[in-house]
């Protein structure tokens, strides 16, 4: 395993691969299912100042090859997941996470951050300044180059780990968002987080999702995702962790080669809970059989 | 867990309901459910309610609704099916020496298999069964070997004219579980409060890990997959 | 068929099925599958002032559920276009036909549409300021409202026909893009043209596409066309003709409850090239399976 | 034409190799391709050569690549396909009294219909035949039946060691027809300049609609799907 390693900003993994923020909680209903200390990391469900509901259901819509929610970061806010769910963490999984941070405002990402520095097991933050579900703060803030590095500056400025930002697609530019995030401080970027999509069901000639719109995630978004992280890699010289739609060793391969030190799953776990296990343990043999002896040796190679 | 279940038996047994028996389960309790991938170009799984189970064959009884049950009617005796089992919480046992088990069309599969648990435990049951109409009703036979049946149909072509509401009139009901369409359970938490109800959610896993499937409930929000899909009448909150 | 007749601006369909500009041609790679006069009408390949080779092959590449193409607007020019095609149109099709204008510069769309306003077959132009995969011009006008609506007004001045406008998904506000070309005088608005995406084959280690980026169609991007199609239904009065994966009856009757008054389909022509006449045949008795006499009824309805 | 076409018969004849037989196709040309929707989440068609046809019964010969064609590697005898028949134009004939057929790997399919076309017209073949090794090899006797054949492989665990090209030495080719992978037809184009080769390219469609498949040719830009697959080789242009 040796050969799959690769490093963050303040983090090795033993190999690349992690959970998606809000696909896999924080682990607790996979280990029914295998034994999650395999994992590179993972990156927990969002984590809000406030407990937060989230939106009314029904929240998740099926399309093709992939499905759109509307959670609306619903989640037990801040202290809870410092006092109940940290602690019994390392029980689970005993290597570092990162842990999802998630906002309306400003002062809220800074308040989460303050509380959340204390515990060893989070090695870096991802500042979720892309969710479509939230209709405060969330989106806008990735969505705007100025907006965007303001929170990355006050998300820096309190933080005692790294800071990763997680960026939207839904952008015109996502290049000039990827260097305001970088000039800004951040030590990483997270790409990508859900398209915004919508569904009617015909029968009953309204929106299939209570919130009307939600995000679009899966194997669909997988072509727009790999752009993107293709076309900041070329922009920006911080590490990249791709997302979307990967479902497979070979889309963990592309998402590599196109420039990602380290990829997540989000909605493959949805289907297919064992999906990170069978990815981890066919990967080695898979980039040997591609010429590949170390996995960093992937990274960007599309390039040329 | 992940099981590969190979299909024993699938055959159609009323109007666009089928009975699927997948040998190669692990034990279910009633109230719990599988999540099934459908054939085809279907993205998110199936959730269907353990009908039955003896050993490990258990019986799913659904209906064609859309695509993905459209899809899962043309699977064949002997090919097999990916499904995540023993999903959710299980119906409690109760102190009561006679209960009702209310169910409103595919709503019904799941009291089949706690009818029979709670007959074990010998508690007497009495089933009200609604339908839309005769050619909708199912395994209506099989109940009687177990208790009381009445039978509600919307046209009144069989048993009762009405909803299971009808069928209630004039009982006593001390204690119930209920299955089917979220304004017959609405109408039934209204006026019966001791009891327990099986829900259904747009589900994106099953097993917990999205958020898709959360209620608010009278405390906290819960998840239909994994504190539920049985919640006690009393913490329920309907949306307005 | 009098049930399914819609009416755009300066045109009445006998129903709402087009197929897409760029995946038809002008029609003639398709009579030997059917008769094309039961199509409401056909957005023509893109047309430019000058022939375009476009760009280097490989051009296509599959991804989940759809395809990339980079094309590159490759056709003959406008002038072999009023002079060999047009001329034997009519022995193909007996409707009027939408001519999709496309150009780098604004003289340029200016001059196509100057060309062209002889043709009488031609009852619309769709403005083509979103193509993805050329370098200059092309999406360029579409991102920006300035841009937008500075090419929209120039085409309005000089064409005889009314005009509507195609804009590309890929920016962050489309109801911005959309209220300037309908407030620059837009008679419609088609949405929409393909996402940017890319594919990595994982053996050669080099991007699919010979121009890496492409565009993105089929079922994949349906949820993202859709919201956009119902997002800007709500803030414009123009007509929308929508598109993005169309490929059943199903899908047509979203787009319509969306907003839509007509429909495009794209990438579906080019899998199943008896696509529109299979939609064309069910739509009646399926718009009255779902309640409905009249198609023109199901426009907006999912806005209640 | 869109044609289900059933599966009469499919078996392995080489490493990776199989040859499909599909029942109810219209007749083709030699050259003439069809492009098959294969089973499975495979968006696009796959387009394939005619290698031969007999009545309404067309054969087709192809390697496993990838995940399209590993999928229809699996297609059982008695399944039907969806087949957009009869697709680009076939190869030319000629005026030549005998000619050269040169083929490489799965460029050799089309080559085999070819040569019994030929053979009717009374035109003498001889077949240049390149594989990797001998493991690739097939069709190899059908071939013999029709004229002279030498075959190439890389490695020369058959025939003559070398490509294509070696096994040409010492001939006077007058003309001739070419299939292969492009470097290969590349090469041979740049020494023989009196015949006909078939491209391949990725196609969007097949059938002329997308434009996804046009190169550059001498003379204006030409669509391989339509206008192609078989060029001659006075109008070829090489990417550099
Ligand atoms: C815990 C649970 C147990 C169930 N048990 C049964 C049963 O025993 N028998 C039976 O016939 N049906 C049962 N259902 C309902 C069954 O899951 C749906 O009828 C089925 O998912 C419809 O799929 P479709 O592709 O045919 O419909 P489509 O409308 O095409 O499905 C589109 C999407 O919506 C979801 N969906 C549609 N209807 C429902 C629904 N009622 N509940 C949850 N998701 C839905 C689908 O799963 C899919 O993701 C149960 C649902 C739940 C949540
Ligand atoms: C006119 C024509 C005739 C052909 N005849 C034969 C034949 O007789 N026997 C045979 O074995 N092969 C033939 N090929 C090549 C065959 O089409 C490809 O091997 C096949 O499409 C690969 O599909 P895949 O899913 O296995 O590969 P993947 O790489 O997974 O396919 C991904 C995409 O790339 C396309 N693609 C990949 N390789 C090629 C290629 N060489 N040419 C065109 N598209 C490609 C696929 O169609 C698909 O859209 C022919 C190609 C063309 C254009
Ligand atoms: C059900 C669901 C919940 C999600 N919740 C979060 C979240 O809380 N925070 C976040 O940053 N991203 C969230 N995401 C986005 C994913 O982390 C990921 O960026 C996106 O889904 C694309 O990857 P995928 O296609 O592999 O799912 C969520 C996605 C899904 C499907
Ligand atoms: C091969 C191809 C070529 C296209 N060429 C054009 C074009 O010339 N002009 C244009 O406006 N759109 C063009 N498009 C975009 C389509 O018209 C359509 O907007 C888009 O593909 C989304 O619809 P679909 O998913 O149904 O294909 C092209 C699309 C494809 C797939
Ligand atoms: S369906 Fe995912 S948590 Fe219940
Ligand atoms: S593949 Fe579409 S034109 Fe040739």
Chains 1, 3 share one sequence.
Not at chain 1, 124 to 136: D, G, L, Q, R
Request: with cysteine; proline share 5%; glycine share 10%.
């Amino acid at each position: 395993m040796e050969n799959l390693k690769v490093t963050l900003p303040g983090m090795v993994l033993q190999n690349p691969i992690m959970p998606a923020s809000g696909t896999f909680g924080f682990g607790f209903d996979f280990v029914d299912y295998y034994d999650i200390n395999i994992l590179g990391s993972i990156m927990t469900k969002a984590i809000t100042q406030h407990p937060r509901y989230g939106n009314a259901v029904p929240r998740i819509a099926e399309v093709t090859s992939g499905m759109l929610n509307a959670i609306g970061l619903q989640n037990l806010g801040v202290e809870e997941a410092v006092n109940a769910i940290f602690p019994r963490l390392p029980s689970i999984y005993r290597h570092k996470v990162i842990a999802n941070v998630s906002g309306s405002t400003v002062e809220e990402y800074v308040a989460v951050i303050k509380a959340l520095n204390k515990v060893d097991q989070i090695g870096a933050y991802e500042i979720n300044i892309s969710c479509p579900n939230i209709k405060e703060g969330g989106m806008a803030f990735s969505v705007d180059e100025t907006m965007a590095s303001y929170v990355t500056k006050a998300c820096k400025a309190v933080s005692e780990k790294p800071i990763y930002v997680k960026l939207s697609p839904n952008v015109t530019d996502i290049v000039k968002i990827a260097k305001a995030v970088e000039a800004a401080g951040a030590d990483a970027i997270t790409l990508i987080n859900t398209l915004l999509g919508m569904r009617i069901d015909v029968k009953t000639r309204k929106p299939v999702l209570n919130n009307i719109y939600g995000g679009l995630s899966g194997p669909a978004i997988k072509p727009v995702a790999l752009k993107m992280v293709y076309q900041v890699y070329r922009n920006v010289s911080i590490p990249i962790i791709g997302m979307g739609g990967i479902m497979t060793k070979e889309d963990v391969v592309e998402f590599m080669m196109a420039g990602a030190s380290a990829v997540a799953i989000g909605t493959g776990n949805l289907v297919d809970p064992m999906i990170c296990h069978t990815i981890v343990h066919e990967l080695e043999s898979y980039i040997s059989s591609l010429g590949f002896e170390k996995i960093e040796a992937l990274v960007g190679v599309a390039h040329g | 867990m992940i099981k590969r279940l190979s299909v024993k038996n699938h055959e159609t047994i009323a109007k666009d309901t089928f009975a699927l028996v997948l040998k190669g389960a692990p034990p279910h309790k009633p109230g719990q459910f599988i999540n099934i991938t459908v054939p085809g170009e279907h993205f998110l799984r199936r959730p269907f309610s353990i009908a039955d189970q003896e050993d490990d064959e258990i019986l799913v009884i659904y209906k064609v609704f859309g695509s993905g049950t459209q899809a899962l009617s043309e699977v064949k005796i002997g090919e097999t099916l990916d499904c995540l089992t023993c999903l959710g919480n299980g119906f409690g046992m109760t102190k009561h020496k006679h209960v009702y088990l209310i169910g409103g069309g595919v709503g019904i599969p799941p009291l089949y298999y706690l009818a029979k648990a709670l007959k074990k435990h010998a508690i007497d049951v009495t089933m009200v069964l609604g339908f839309n109409t005769e050619a909708d009703c199912f395994l209506i036979e099989a109940f009687e070997t177990l208790g009381t049946v009445i039978v509600a149909t919307l046209d009144g072509s069989r048993g009762i004219q009405g909803t299971v509401l009808e069928g209630l009139k004039d009982h006593t009901v001390n204690y119930y579980y209920a299955v089917g369409p979220n304004p017959m359970l609405k109408a039934l938490t209204s006026i019966y409060k001791d009891g327990e109800v099986s829900l259904e959610e747009r589900m994106g896993c099953g097993f917990g890990a999205c958020m898709g499937c959360s209620i608010k409930t009278k405390h906290e929000p819960k998840r239909v997959c994994k504190e539920g899909p049985v919640f006690k009448v009393e913490e329920l909150v309907w949306k307005t």
